[in-house]
């Protein structure tokens, strides 16, 4: 970059040294060309309380109607799916930090975009401290601070505490992925006085079926959290709700 600085590059030059956009290959001054950025990060009408897509003028599902999640309201950017899936992969398991920039930049403008009340504090749904080990990277916190940055919000690390990650969940139902994650989520004593009366805004990459988030909340709540919401890069279009 320092070569193309040197050489006078227009920024489309500078792109294509560095690889242009990530989804299409074309030239762009960032990291997600605006045709795609139209084409898959377009904001779309999504339930208030849990981001799943519903019809044009409803605010909230019916699953939400009936039994609202602990947190307060969730965003994300788009449904997982292409492209998403491919950069979240990478993202996570390549430790790609230009993907964190580009993740954590459309994030920010999905809250924008959003009129989201701005959180107090943002925090990071954490891995357990065996899976940070196997892993070496903390994909939620590496979101949280280059998004906190951007919204010129605190991310605090360690407010969160996982203590286990509980069994494998992709065969389980809701109520079973619950009581799998019952208490694997603790805000440590030091961080409590951080916590109460605040509105935070918790940090993942993709929601399943918000078993996870919601015992992330609850923990919160517990120590003293005036209101969570969830903030997300994309989300498994079904209801969370769902058995
Ligand atoms: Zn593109
Ligand atoms: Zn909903």
Redesign the pocket.
Known sequence: MQDAARHGLCAAGRALLAG???????W?AGR??A??RTRFAAPAPRCCRCALRVPAGLACCVDCQRAPPLFERCLCVADYDFPWDRLIGRFKYEQAPELALLLADCMAAAAQAAGMPSAEVLVALPLSAQRLAERGYDQAWELTRRLGRRLGVPARPRLLERRFDGQPQARLTRAQRLRNLQGAFQVPPAAVAAVQGRHLALIDDVMTTGATAHEATRALLAAGARRVDLWLVARTPVPTHEA
């Open positions: 242009g956009c990530e989804v299409c290959r074309g762009t997600l060309c045709d795609c």
